[in-house]
């Protein structure tokens, strides 16, 4: 509970950091950051795509107020380690893929702190206290993995459920070291294709929500370049899968 109370002590709460969204209409300012090394990230359009075979350069956005650094190192982020119940959902296989960038080189990021977070089908999300919820002590879709010898990581989820004032999402960040703050820090969010989420969210136990308020376009966080965040999905046997190319240039 004290790690809890301190942590909630300098985030904001939803509320508040949709009250900052809609002022200043920005994906650049991040809520409730510890300064780290500052990134150095690019957006694609500065590097030639043809020299770039793989990895491909992406934009930071905002950690949002529901990052817990809960140091729970798993694939399958679907349960809950409180009291082993698992959330329910579309399944999504997620992979991805880290890279820095010299130059014209792409080289697999290893060893690399990749952590994945998002709500549930309903829009809440774990170990938070929220004005529409409180969670304090779940810790169900909150995981992390390190990249192996190819930069990759991979996670088993859910398709996201939506809440007010955001479009469908899931949040990552991307640490060479989680116990330091000198270490290279890289966060952003990934998005979904409208057509399919509408199709997704009329399926239990989304449809009992309703219809989302919010679309990509509208959304003043996917405008920060967010159509370059887009999922490519596959459709399974069971649900979707997605492999994301992330380069970073860490120097």
Not at 91 to 110: E, G, K
Not at 111 to 129: E, M, P, R
Not at 140 to 160: E, K, S
Request: proline letters at 5%; one cysteine or more; glycine letters at 8%.
């Amino acid at each position: 509970m004290e790690k809890n109370k301190s942590h909630q002590s300098w985030l904001l709460n939803r509320r508040e950091a949709l009250a900052l969204f809609r002022a200043f209409g920005t994906a650049i300012f991040v809520v409730g950051c510890i300064p780290r090394k500052p990134t150095t990230a690019q957006t694609s359009s500065q590097v030639n795509p043809a020299k770039l075979p793989r990895c491909v350069v992406i934009p930071e956005q905002t950690e949002g107020p529901y990052f817990v650094d809960e140091k729970l190192k798993r694939s399958d982020i679907r349960s809950d380690p409180s009291d082993g119940s698992v959330k329910e959902g579309v399944p999504l296989q997620l992979r991805l893929r880290v890279s820095t960038i010299a130059n014209t080189s792409c080289n697999p990021l290893v060893g690399a702190i990749v952590d994945i977070w998002h709500c549930d089908a309903l829009g809440v999300y774990s170990d938070v206290n929220d004005p529409s919820f409180n969670t304090v002590g779940k810790k169900f879709l909150r995981g992390y993995q390190v990249t192996d010898a190819n930069g990759t990581v991979q996670f088993t989820t859910i398709y996201p459920g939506w809440y007010q004032g955001r479009t469908v999402h899931i949040h990552f960040k991307v640490r060479t070291d989680g116990s330091s703050r000198q270490g290279y820090e890289f966060t952003s969010q990934l998005y979904f294709d409208d057509l399919i989420t509408d199709r997704v969210h009329t399926q239990t136990p989304y449809a009992s929500k309703g219809q989302r308020t919010l679309k990509n376009a509208q959304d003043g966080i996917f405008q920060g370049d967010g159509d370059k965040l887009l999922l490519a999905l596959t459709k399974t046997s069971q649900g979707y899968s997605a492999t994301f190319d992330i380069g970073l240039q860490t120097g």
